[in-house]
């Protein structure tokens, strides 16, 4: 199956504690996308990668970490800095298209962390 | 910062009744797309319509865009209770990522 996996659904974290979050693609997908979604709220970005090896800051980063070692891993680090950190996180990917530009994105099903 | 903005924040209809969410907008942009989603779960993409395009059609779905009102409305016919579920647009502005509206709740009941 071609798709999008997070791992793992539901996390449970001790304040203080840094915790990773997991993102694999297998669709070959260049860009990867992390975003946080708070009850209600719409999807804010957190971090995002274009290519391996370089990643660069959303519109939430303070408080998180990435890495972009694979093409087809995208890890999420919520350190203890991030002072509020319970939430819903999704993964996206989507890949380029010469003349359009990037395509739509496709979702993992998300973790949901809570700091207890 | 969130771009897309829908209206309404929730919307209640009826079996077979058609359902029509709004999305408006501030800046210029490459594309706008629509995606649902069901509680708990991923971001489903819908449909993607391009800034020189101002209608498209999936299946039971129609997207409007104006550009010059920045504004686009996603129209579900004949609803069915299994599209209940939250709609959410999106705004490729040409930086390699989307800006996420808040989103419209949609109740389908039977």
């Known amino acids: 199956d071609g798709g999008i996996t997070q791992s793992p659904k539901y996390l449970f974290r001790k304040e203080g504690q840094n915790v990773t979050l997991s993102c694999e693609q297998n669709?070959?997908?260049?860009?990867m996308y992390w975003y946080r979604q708070d009850p209600g709220q719409g999807l804010r970005l957190i971090y995002y990668s274009q290519i391996v090896n370089d990643f660069q800051k959303g519109d939430i980063a303070e408080g998180y970490s990435v890495s972009r070692e694979k093409k087809e891993s995208f890890p999420l680090t919520v350190t203890s800095a991030q002072k509020n950190p319970t939430a819903f996180y999704l993964c996206?990917?989507?890949?380029?298209?010469?003349?359009?530009?990037?395509?739509?994105?496709?979702f993992g099903p998300g973790t949901r962390l809570t700091v207890l | 910062s969130q771009q897309g903005e829908e209206d309404p924040q929730a919307l209640s209809i009826q079996e077979g009744e058609n359902a029509t969410m709004n999305c408006s907008y501030k800046?210029?942009?490459?594309?706008l797309q629509w995606y649902r989603q069901n509680s708990g779960r991923g971001l489903v993409h819908l449909i993607l319509?391009?800034?020189?395009?101002r209608e498209k059609h999936s299946g039971r779905l129609r997207v409007t865009l104006d550009t010059s009102k920045k504004s686009s409305s996603l129209l579900i016919t004949a609803s069915r209770a299994a599209d209940t579920a939250s709609y959410f647009c999106a705004t490729d502005a040409g930086y390699s990522t989307l800006t996420f509206g808040k989103g419209t709740m949609l109740l389908v009941s039977p």
């Open positions: 800046t210029s942009i490459n594309n």
């Open positions: 996206a990917s989507t890949s380029w298209a010469s003349g359009t530009g990037y395509n739509e994105q496709f």
């Open positions: 319509i391009r800034s020189n395009e």
């Open positions: 669709l070959n997908h260049d860009a």
